[in-house]
Nanobody, 121 residues
Framework: QVQLVESGGGLVQAGGSLRLSCAAS????????MGWYRQAPGNQRELVAT???????NYTDSVKGRFTISRDTANNTVYLQMNSLKAEDTAAYYC???????????????WGQGTQVTVSS
């Protein structure tokens, strides 16, 4: 089993910053891509940012220039630095990891439980 535990969410004023962390633990042989998604009430879960094992990143347009995704491969941890936060960034943020349990196993996508980010205007 693999667990992903997020932390770092909270309440912040518009224009402020937060840093989310997500640590993966358990039976892990390798982690390929990791990412952050978010879901606001009444909306579908949407991609925020992803990062490959090689460090290539991808962002949704609405966060480009404000959010930065990074990872600590040795510690199976992914981060999301969020600057210049806006009210529309308010959502539950979820991390995921594409995990292999052995050299021969398929890749499984695992999710964290989510952390709430609330931006007051």
């Amino acid at each position: 089993q693999v667990q992903l535990v997020e932390s770092g969410g909270g309440l912040v004023q518009a224009g402020g910053s937060l840093r989310l962390s997500c640590a993966a633990s358990g039976n892990i042989y390798a982690i390929n891509a990791m990412g952050w998604y978010r879901q606001a009430p009444g909306n579908q879960r949407e991609l925020v940012a992803t990062i490959t094992s090689g460090g290539s990143t991808n962002y949704t347009d609405s966060v480009k220039g404000r959010f930065t995704i990074s990872r600590d491969t040795a510690n199976n941890t992914v981060y999301l630095q969020m600057n210049s936060l806006k009210a529309e960034d308010t959502a539950a943020y979820y991390c995921n990891a594409d995990v292999q349990y052995s050299s021969r196993s398929p890749v499984y996508r695992r999710w964290g439980q989510g952390t709430q980010v609330t931006v007051s205007s």
